[in-house]
């Protein structure tokens, strides 16, 4: 961990972010690029996940060691207004090369136009192989991303032939809310704010 009483502050970062049961990707930060780092951030979320830039509402991030508090972000093009500071990605100089991260996408509106948040969370929340009270592997798994982002990027057409005048009457009848709403297959990621202890804990 980088020496929090140190003044120097690093021009560059590289963490690793995972869709669950992948590789991990390189997620590059670089404050010494003249393109705004938060473009840069988004833009190479929507490579990873292949949800569009413009889909891209918020981003938060478990950036402290010890405490489960993530600092928020929001995409400039769908939030012009930087009423908190939420564009200050220097917040993220805190983080160190190589620090772990598992995506979450979660659904932020649900009739058109289906913009999401995405967060990370740290490698101490979540499981290479089984679901914690932090993260799904099922929901965050390839297959079910590229359904969500299927719905979020061609589902406006239909929601309009279904709509009933109740957003979510309109996406039950669509037959999507297990992608807009998704609950966890084993219900452990439903105890969000919960202990995760291991089947091997003692």
Same mark, same amino acid.
């Given at each position: 961990?980088?020496?929090?009483?140190?003044?120097?502050?690093? @021009?560059?970062?590289?963490?690793?972010?995972?869709?669950? &049961?992948? @590789?991990?990707?390189?997620?590059?930060?670089?404050?010494?690029? $003249?393109?705004?780092?938060?473009?840069?951030?988004?833009?190479?979320?929507? !490579?990873?996940?292949? /949800?569009?830039?413009?889909?891209?509402? #918020?981003?938060?991030?478990?950036?402290?060691?010890? %405490?489960?508090?993530?600092? !928020?972000? +929001?995409?400039?093009?769908?939030?012009?207004?930087?009423? +908190? &500071?939420?564009?200050?990605?220097? $917040?993220?100089?805190?983080?160190?090369?190589?620090?772990?991260?598992?995506?979450?996408?979660? =659904?932020? =509106?649900?009739?058109?136009?289906?913009?999401?948040?995405?967060?990370?969370?740290?490698?101490?929340? *979540?499981?290479?192989?089984?679901? =914690?009270?932090?993260?799904?592997?099922?929901?965050?798994?390839?297959?079910?991303?590229?359904? #969500?982002?299927?719905?979020?990027?061609?589902?406006?057409?239909? *929601?309009?032939?279904?709509?009933?005048?109740?957003?979510?009457? =309109? /996406? #039950? %009848?669509? &037959?999507?809310?297990?992608?807009?709403?998704? /609950?966890?297959? %084993?219900?452990?990621?439903?105890?969000?704010?919960?202990?995760?202890?291991?089947?091997?804990? &003692?």
């Amino acid at each position: 961990m980088r020496n929090m009483e140190s003044n120097e502050t690093p @021009d560059k970062i590289t963490i690793k972010v995972k869709v669950a &049961g992948e @590789d991990y990707h390189d997620l590059l930060l670089d404050w010494s690029d $003249r393109e705004d780092v938060g473009r840069q951030v988004f833009r190479q979320l929507a !490579s990873i996940t292949g /949800i569009p830039f413009y889909k891209m509402n #918020r981003l938060s991030i478990q950036c402290y060691p010890d %405490s489960d508090r993530a600092e !928020s972000f +929001y995409n400039k093009r769908n939030t012009p207004n930087d009423v +908190y &500071g939420y564009y200050d990605f220097n $917040r993220l100089k805190i983080l160190n090369d190589g620090d772990c991260y598992a995506l979450v996408m979660c =659904t932020l =509106t649900y009739e058109p136009p289906f913009h999401v948040g995405l967060r990370l969370c740290r490698r101490s929340n *979540f499981d290479e192989n089984q679901c =914690t009270a932090w993260y799904c592997q099922h929901i965050n798994g390839r297959d079910f991303l590229n359904r #969500r982002v299927k719905i979020f990027k061609y589902g406006e057409p239909k *929601f309009g032939e279904f709509w009933d005048g109740d957003a979510r009457n =309109t /996406i #039950r %009848s669509m &037959g999507i809310q297990p992608y807009m709403e998704p /609950i966890c297959s %084993s219900r452990v990621y439903e105890r969000f704010f919960h202990p995760y202890y291991s089947r091997t804990h &003692g």
